[in-house]
């Protein structure tokens, strides 16, 4: 919190000269988004990306600029296989990081050689072998993660409880949850598998979109927001990824603090430009998605990029 | 059948995952709170689910804030029907939330899995699941909410009617290894436009008929005109599982409806799932199975077994969840001081 309020004072004053009622887009020359463009945008997203939907959220937290059934985007049951310090040391590794914005040392990663583009159908369905090299090399182990911190207390209670006869059930066409360790390359690589519900939201002070993280443990029980910094960047856990009250759900959440948003994507916007590219605005959170992979490299949301990004000038 | 080896493989499935968001925890508390007090009769909530759209993770039975009825004075002036989308297809559950922990444990599981079990045969015998084929995922969930620690305790169950003597499984494969291209590509075209269609989107079993290499979807309704000679006919569902061999827990009562109503005793259904959204027909399952008629099925009063309480971390117990940090409010002023 304390961080993040650090971040919002030294980018404040770029970030107010910003704001202010827009009538024409700022999209090409600021990075931003007005609320009419986030929706085509959105409208865009869930369409060529039917894994991700609009929602209405909590009806007391309702924006009344923003449609009633479009408040918020978001892709749920996201697989994340592995820790993003993990895949860290492969980039080290690789010598394969780059970075786009290095002046204030606070850059954002580059999105070259992430591992969730370059898929075959192969490590899609088991984890590849360099998977399982990190997995008995990488010491960082899955927290004993859900909220459940009385659980234990409770076990004792459980078995005091169970009538041994109440339950019995001896059904031969129920695959045992053995058969699905079985299905898996390695033990462990079952507790890394976390899920995500990855949402975004328009923020209105910055004009940008804004992503939030709600992390399940691998028995699909809730994570405690500082567990989800274990799958982000380790550059950005803490420092542009904070917890704070979602707009849109009940609870706090990880959320990838928007005040470099639209400078990013603005530089994202030059480097089109100077190919040659005109971006077009509904291609805005194809870009955006791309940008944020960098923060939260093992999330495995879709995005594609299989098509043009705006019209060429060529 | 005379082709089979002699040891037959029975049809097992994965058994369906259940995950909570926090708002439906959060929304529980208020109804207590404000409105139900101490009244313990069940309630009716809504639970979502959509086919496997990532190799690597099953998808689970999700409650939300809005499975729950909208609290008091929330009732928004769009009506609040909970309304599915493709992402989220409802799924009628029953709720029994307890006022003590003692009364949590003292609850008849056996009886209240039986009882959901019930409404799934009558209505696969009223002839309503073939009008509304998600009363085949009827769910149950027991609960206690300890609004002092703000912690849950709560067992779900998924009742699946058990086929006794058991499915037997003939192939199961990658749906792609069953098709001509001709006609993948035809399937695929008709299930993205049944998964694009508002009307359908949300519909998760379904007919599948192939005549000359054009594949037609069509709701279960549609049963008597879907027969001919010259069709391929499948069963499809969406699958919540990622697993390459075995079809998920949804297409238990399915094959329940098609033996009993139907009177099939040889089925080939789709375990559809999807990739990026689409119709994947690699990571979805074609499968083959033999169901022996079930005992005693054809009197009137039977009723099947039923199982299908969910298996916390491989033992049979119930979960709890504690969101102290994010609800108490004594530990919240504190955080915030």
Known sequence: ?314 | SSSSTTSTLILQFAPLQSLVDEGFWRRLSSLKLDTLGIDQSPINITGFYAPCSHAQVSNHLTLLAESLPPEVGEQSSDGTIVRGNRNRCPVPGILYNTNTLESFHALDKQSLLKAEAKKIWEDIHSGKAEEDSSVLLRFLLISFADLKKWSFHYWFAFPALVLDPAATLIDIRPASHCFSLEEGESLSAACNEWRNSSLTADVPFFLISITNSCATIRPLRDWKTCQGDDKKLLFGFYDPCHLPNNPGWPLRNFLALISSRWNLEKVRFLCYREKHGLADLGFSLVGEALIPVPQGWNDPEFIPNAVGWEVNRGKKIPRCITLANSMDPTRLAIAAA
């Open chain 1, 1 to 314: 919190m304390v961080l993040s309020q650090k971040i919002h004072e030294a980018f404040k004053g770029t970030v107010e000269r910003m704001t202010g009622p827009r009538t024409v887009s700022a999209f090409k020359e600021k990075g931003v988004l007005s609320i009419a463009e986030f929706i085509i945008a959105g409208d865009n997203l869930v369409s060529k990306c039917p894994t991700w939907s609009w929602e209405s959220g909590e009806p007391s937290k309702r924006k009344s600029y923003l449609p009633n059934d479009k408040q918020y985007l978001i892709t749920r049951n996201v697989p994340c296989l592995r820790r993003a310090a993990s895949v860290e040391e492969d980039y080290e590794a690789a010598g394969g990081e780059v970075l786009i914005d290095n002046e204030d040392n606070d850059g954002w990663l580059a999105t070259h050689g992430k591992p969730k583009e370059t898929n075959s159908d192969d490590e899609e369905n088991f984890p590849s072998m360099e998977t399982l090299e990190i997995t008995k090399t990488n010491t960082i182990q899955s927290i004993s993660s859900y909220f459940g911190g009385e659980e234990e207390e409770d076990i004792p209670d459980m078995l005091e409880y169970e009538d041994p006869d109440n339950l019995i059930e001896t059904d031969p066409a129920t695959l045992q949850s053995t058969y699905i360790v079985a299905q898996e390359p390695n033990d462990d690589n079952i507790l890394r598998t976390r899920t995500y519900d990855v949402s975004i939201t328009y923020d209105k002070y910055y004009q940008t979109p804004r992503v939030w993280l709600t992390g399940y443990d691998e028995s699909r029980m809730l994570l405690r927001p500082e567990l989800v910094l274990e799958d982000v960047s380790q550059d950005h856990a803490r420092k542009t990824v904070t917890i704070e009250d979602h707009p849109h759900l009940p609870g706090k959440h990880a959320s990838v603090h928007p005040c470099r948003h639209g400078a990013v994507m603005k530089k994202i916007i030059d480097v089109l430009m100077a190919r040659g590219v005109e971006p077009e605005v509904d291609k805005y959170l194809f870009l955006f998605l791309k940008f944020v992979a960098s923060v939260i490299p093992t999330i495995e949301y879709d995005y594609t990029m299989d098509f043009d990004l705006g019209s060429s000038s060529h």
